[in-house]
């Protein structure tokens, strides 16, 4: 057997002092006696206090029975010598000293050494980081982001928008789908307007010029749409200057939809 000298983090190492600046707790275990050293953040954060013994079982005793199945694969895969993966995961744990609900991101390296002339992992060292708040308005957003679409869709509208310097077109499946292109088709600006009625483009480019004049940033007009099975559709055009970004380039933001 390969001896190692264990060298135990401190909470006044450098390192930890680091960690505990940034918000993030440090942890060691060692597989061999399975005693879990928890830096004081660390322990804080997992709500456990700060003179108990830990160990594996206290770790998968925190886990959210829903995440433990995914957290135990990652960890499966991060102890085996064929893989040693070293990414992150992300899974919610409940304090033992509050009961409280809170989502948390680990990761770690394990160190491996010859153990009965075999390679195995002998230390697991890492970080821990409570990210319930950023998880929460990620998970916030996404949710935000699904009720808009489901609006939209619910409404037949599809969201546009165009660099005015460039004159580059952001397209999206339904903005596609009710100009009658493909799916996954990336039309120009042009490719849009050639499905303008005559004049209407003209008109248009008119509205928005004296829009700009006039101070206004919204538009609001019905454009004629004559399609190449010779169709006539009228659509309703809402557009609004969105803010300069740090490119420093004007973009207009809007919806669009078929009020035949």
């Not at 100009?179 to 008109?203: I, N, S, V």
Request: hydrophobic share 40%; aromatic share 8%; glycine share 6%.
């Amino acid at each position: 057997m390969q001896n190692e000298e264990r060298s135990e983090p401190r909470d006044s190492d450098p390192y930890q002092l680091a960690c505990l600046a940034a918000g993030v707790g440090v942890w060691d275990w060692d597989l061999r006696s399975d005693e879990i050293y928890f830096s004081s953040l660390a322990r804080e954060i997992q709500g456990l206090s700060q003179d108990e013994p830990a160990t594996f079982a206290t770790v998968r005793s925190l886990t959210h029975p829903d995440d433990a199945a995914d957290m135990l694969a990652a960890l499966e895969h991060a102890l085996d010598p064929e893989n040693r993966l070293q990414e992150s995961y992300v899974y919610r744990i409940t304090r033992p000293d509050t009961g409280e609900l809170r989502w948390v991101r680990a990761h770690g390296v394990a160190r491996f050494a010859e153990v009965e002339g075999k390679i195995q992992a002998v230390h697991y060292s890492g970080s821990i980081e409570d990210i319930t708040e950023r998880e929460e308005m990620r998970r916030a957003l996404t949710e935000s982001e699904a009720r808009l679409r489901i609006a939209l869709d619910a409404a037949q509208m599809a969201v546009w928008e165009i660099d005015l310097e460039s004159d580059i077109v952001t397209s999206s499946v339904e903005l596609n789908r009710l100009y009658g292109f493909p799916d996954d088709a990336k039309p120009a600006a042009d490719d849009f307007r050639a499905r303008y009625a005559p004049g209407e483009g003209e008109r248009l480019a008119k509205a928005g010029a004296e829009a700009r004049a006039s101070g206004e940033n919204k538009l609001q007009t019905q454009v004629r749409h004559l399609f190449p099975d010779g169709s006539e559709r009228v659509f309703l055009l809402r557009a609004a200057l969105a803010p300069v970004d740090h490119t420093g380039r004007e973009r207009a933001i809007g919806v669009v939809f078929d009020i035949t």
